[in-house]
């Protein structure tokens, strides 16, 4: 079977399966823009040749886009980019304390599924939230430059760190307008702590090591506006 064959099957199924009244409803697309202060959440402490560390990420912001899509009156997708800051800080305790900050750029893609309390038929919408997706850390040039002369307990090459997201959350929507809307929201998105590439344990004398592990909470309080591509029944 050609694949072209398969597709034209694939869109005929769907087309059955889908419920009548589901596609009558529409799926009500809309984009938005959007800014967010974050809190992350993610200290650590630990001992490396009997000195005390603490590793910690410093508060920052986001900028972001989101795509929505109704699946029901009260289920919507979601799907969202975002870049901001949340720079690491790794301060030494020992005769004096030592504070080093290296600059962290992120970059996340969530996709998430809503569920609004209330229809579409209503201006003010109350809805929470759950997704999964991926989070890029990304230390800045001068960071892998100041973490090759000293990041924990010596030199390190410090390298952009993936991870898989997950997040809970919720808000409102608000359509202001025919095509113009409002979207406040509260999530808690988390990751593995990123060790940006340096090893969890030592693998001998001297060699660089993170000994950080569990999870990071990055709180993020957002708003920002909505453009509803569809008019409002």
Known sequence: MSI???????????????????????????????????????????????????????N????????????????????????????????????????????????QITTSLLRFVNGRDHRVRVFVDGGLGLSRYSPTELAIAAASTQFVNGPATITTDNQFNFNVGGGLESRLAQHIGLRLAVRDLMTPVPRFGVPETSSGPGSAFFPVQGLTHNIEVSIGTVLYLTSSR
């Open 60 to 107: 920052g912001g986001n900028v972001g886009m989101r795509g929505t899509i109704d699946l029901t009156d009260h289920w919507s997708l979601d799907a969202t980019y975002g870049f901001g800051n949340n720079n690491l800080r790794v301060v030494e305790n020992g005769t004096t304390t030592t504070s080093r900050a290296f600059g962290i750029r992120n970059h």
């Open 4 to 58: 072209s064959v398969a597709r034209k099957i694939a869109f005929l199924v769907c087309l059955v399966v889908i419920p009548a009244g589901l596609r009558a409803q529409g799926f009500n697309p809309r984009l938005g823009i959007f800014s967010s202060g974050t809190i992350m959440k993610g200290d650590r402490d630990f001992v490396v040749n009997g000195s005390q560390f603490r590793s910690e990420f410093v």
